[in-house]
């Protein structure tokens, strides 16, 4: 943690000390959010997010740098995201400066340690120093395509900009300042006062994301949907989910390796036959009936295939008139159905698969195949049920005819026996 | 054992097919529920097929547009089938008042597992039959 004199300094902007200085204090980079917004204590919780921007920015120039430092690797060295472990320890204000630290994981080496720090605290300078050569020479600097590029703006490895220019980074400066409005600025760079900072104003991210008008929307904002991924691309590590309403592209965020593999085993291959997910990610138009999701952090499974097809064949139980199968026939009571609802979680987890069938006397029966035996589980609308297993071999029968007992039910699909 | 109504005769030929149509509900991921063989209480454990003559497709017909029920084909057993698992098969026409019905009398058969059983092997005999009309 800085001491007071060092909080002042940065406050102030001035953390003109010298490496080793730095080195004590951790502090890890200069960032300062200046705005009518940022003028009260602390900053405004909906802009915090901009902290993880540039978290996200430093670490992909970082990454192509290293990978720039050593012709021939494809990847960076394991470990090389998680030594990154920026934390926000205060907000001093002047306006709103959040103080950086890198914090050092016990799980990494000293000797990996020193190196990747290196270039993390290369790549603060790098932004710093190339998005302003880029905004004096009024240059698209995040230009997807380099070769159109102006000629003022250098393409090669060697220079800042060269670097911005990679894919992966260009995706990453776009966001940010995302959240901010016209007025207000980003300042950042290295934490000493003789190093590189640079001001992001809207100008200047108007150079970064040449688009950025275009969208009409300078705040990403999150959003959480549910539906089904029915398709996935790894090459660009995105998926499109179908929901109940429209659809969403989304875009996974960076080094989410774990992330991609959670999509591509919930894919839908025939567009239907997978668990519903929630997504967490980002958005510059949430009301847009076709969303646009980047920065993807978050894929949960809130229902598996096996729950979704049980609940569908309740559903269309549920659904039946009466004499639904004849004069005679009766629909199963809501209660019931309810009764079964309840089960169907838990049944959607046994190892067999589990159906779910009316019968013409108001019941609704559970069935299931355990080898050899066929069961059977008639939930009654008097409140009791029939339990069945049927030996399709030696056509021996167990059966038991008791009060409605949730817990024996699934115990019984389970094992197969009626104990 | 239960003599059939003074009506209603035992169908004697063995290879006689008896149509009988499945409900979707009993129908899940495409495998038919042995429930779909087996008759009610309220049904007086009568299980309700129409004759072989019939043919599969009007045998559907009858059941979807002229009684509005719904089904998701026209599956089949045989007298013999039935008889093996100690089952009648009935011509009940005129008693039920509708040309060409059968049933499938579980009457002789005891116990809630027996005629699950029983419902079971004729809903086998079928599956391994198969579907012999299914609408398009």
């Known amino acids: 943690m800085p001491d007071q004199a060092d909080e002042r300094a940065d406050a102030e902007g001035v953390t003109d000390v010298d490496p080793d200085a730095e080195e004590s204090t951790g502090s890890f980079a200069f960032f300062s959010l200046t705005g009518d917004r940022f003028d009260a204590p602390g900053m405004p919780a909906d802009t915090a997010k901009e902290v993880g921007f540039f978290r996200e920015a430093v670490l992909s120039v970082a990454r192509q740098l290293w990978l720039d430092a050593n012709p021939g690797r494809s990847r960076v060295p394991a470990g090389f995201a998680e030594a990154f472990d920026l934390r926000l320890t205060a907000v001093h204000e002047g306006s709103a400066v959040p103080q950086l630290h890198l914090n050092k994981s016990q799980k990494i080496s000293d000797q990996d340690w020193e190196e990747f720090v290196r270039f993390f605290r290369s790549a603060v300078n790098v932004i710093a120093d190339g998005v302003n050569e880029a905004v004096e020479a009024q240059g698209d600097v995040t230009s997807d395509e380099p070769e159109h590029a102006p000629d003022s703006v250098p393409v090669d490895k060697t220079s800042s900009v060269g670097v911005l220019k990679t894919p992966a980074v260009v995706a990453s400066l776009r966001k940010l300042g995302s959240t901010l409005d016209e007025t207000e600025s980003i300042i950042l760079g290295s934490p000493l006062k003789s190093g590189p900072r640079v001001t992001l104003d809207h100008h200047a991210r108007v150079i970064l994301n040449p688009k950025l008008d275009e969208l009409g929307a300078t705040q990403s904002e999150q959003v959480s949907v549910e539906g089904v991924i029915v398709e996935y691309d790894g090459s660009t590590q995105s998926f499109r989910l179908e929901m109940l309403s429209g659809n969403a592209i989304c875009k996974l965020a960076k080094d989410e390796v774990a992330l991609a593999l959670v999509a591509r085993d919930n894919l839908a291959v025939d567009g239907i036959s997978a668990a519903d997910v929630v997504v967490v990610g980002e958005t510059n138009n949430p009301a847009a009936r076709n969303l646009q999701i980047f920065s993807v952090h978050s894929i949960d499974v809130v229902r598996s295939f096996a729950e979704k097809r049980l609940i569908a064949q309740l559903e269309q139980i549920s659904a039946l008139e009466e004499q639904w199968l004849g004069p005679d026939s009766e629909k199963p009571s809501k209660d019931t159905v309810e009764r079964v609802r309840s089960l169907l979680p838990t049944l959607a987890l046994l190892d067999v698969p589990v159906q779910v069938v009316p019968n013409s006397e108001g019941a609704i029966v559970l069935e299931a195949r355990r080898g050899i035996l066929e069961l059977s589980v008639a939930v009654e609308p008097n409140g009791e049920m029939f339990m069945c297993s049927d030996n399709v071999e030696t056509n021996d029968l167990e059966e038991a005819q008791v009060d409605f007992d949730g817990g024996r039910l699934e115990q019984f699909l389970k094992t197969g026996g009626l104990a | ?136």
């Not at chain 2, 054992?1 to 290879?15: L, T």
């Not at chain 2, 002229?66 to 009648?88: I, Q």
């Open chain 2, 1 to 136: 054992m239960n003599a059939p109504n003074p009506q209603s005769a035992i169908i004697a030929d063995v290879d006689e097919m008896l149509f009988r149509q499945v409900h979707p509900t009993q129908f899940p991921d495409g495998q038919i529920s042995s429930e779909a063989f087996k008759p009610s209480v309220r049904d007086k454990d009568m299980l309700s097929t129409l004759r072989e003559h019939v043919g599969p497709e009007e045998a559907y017909r009858r059941w979807t547009e002229d009684k509005g029920f719904k089904s998701v084909g026209t599956y089949a057993v045989t007298v013999e089938e039935v008889t093996n698992e100690e089952l009648r098969a009935i011509d009940d026409a005129a008693e039920m008042g509708e040309p060409d019905h059968a049933s499938i009398d579980f009457t002789q058969i005891d116990g809630k597992g027996k005629k699950k059983q029983a419902g079971r092997m004729l809903r086998d005999a079928a599956a391994a039959r198969g579907c012999l009309h299914r609408p398009q």
